[in-house]
């Protein structure tokens, strides 16, 4: 059980850190003790990483709307992924969004999926995802340019 | 493009936290301890002083060599603990129980915590005698006194 904590903690900090930024601890904590609690209910082992995802993302912005340091904004058009764009301070530019959006932001962006399978760790709809991507670009785009 | 976000970790304290969380039956707790975590860590780690000191049901801890040791109880019992040492971290399990310590840099001090729990279910019933929060938290103020 601690070599798989040891194994699963960088992946857990790295998709919670994105959407509650200062929380970010706090939240890969509580979503790591879901996870441990909840291990004998995950049927299929080969599917542990996205399941640990579902709980840490849905963790994280949980923690993160709980906290009162958050400052959404609203912004115009997101980088193409890889773009030299993204080298600007990240965190500065997360930290004016709202944590659902930092999330479909990091799923796209960290994670690499595609609208649907981030609305479904999301348990949102697929029309939602992609509205809320679109504003968080939006966000992303009005950050630098301001 | 992607180690430009931020990444976060946790410390030793709230791994062994999560860990706790996951022991059925388990107890947890953490003190801080004004002392260095160098100092504490330092005597936490000397198992084969350590473990008898804070443990009450433990008389001798003989570390063997290859991860694992034997500890043996007031009355001649014995057990054969798997344990996994490292800096801050420390988990030690047999067949019927499982705990450890882990510290962390609390400013100028030491956060320490450490969990405790029965692996077999029928013995359950006495985790709060040997495991329980109050027995923890005085395993952890044996570490204060100690290490002052």
Known sequence: MSRLLDELTPYVGRLCAPIALADGPDAAQEALIAVFQNLASLREPAALYGWVRRIAVREAVRVAQRSARQQPAELAELPVPGSAELAVDVRDVLNRLSPEHRAILMLREVEGLDERAAAEVLAVSAGTAKSRLSRAKAAFRKAWES | ?148
């Open chain 2, 1 to 148: 493009m992607t180690n430009q976000w931020p990444v976060t970790d946790l410390d030793a304290v709230q791994r062994m936290r999560v860990l706790a969380s996951a022991l059925p039956g388990g107890g947890f707790a953490r003190l801080h301890i004004d002392a260095p975590v160098e100092r504490v860590w330092a005597y936490i780690a000397d198992l084969e002083r350590s473990i008898p000191e804070l443990i009450g049901f433990i008389r001798r801890f003989e570390l063997l060599g290859d991860g694992t040791a034997v500890a043996r109880g007031p009355v001649r019992n014995r057990g054969r603990f798997d344990v996994e040492l490292r800096d801050g971290w420390c988990v030690m399990q047999d067949r019927f129980v499982v705990g450890g310590f882990a510290a962390a840099a609390d400013g100028d001090g030491t956060l320490l915590a450490v969990c405790g729990a029965v692996r077999t279910p029928g013995l359950r019933r006495i985790v709060p005698l040997v495991l329980g929060r109050r027995t923890l938290v005085g395993v952890l103020e044996r570490v204060r006194r100690a290490t002052a």
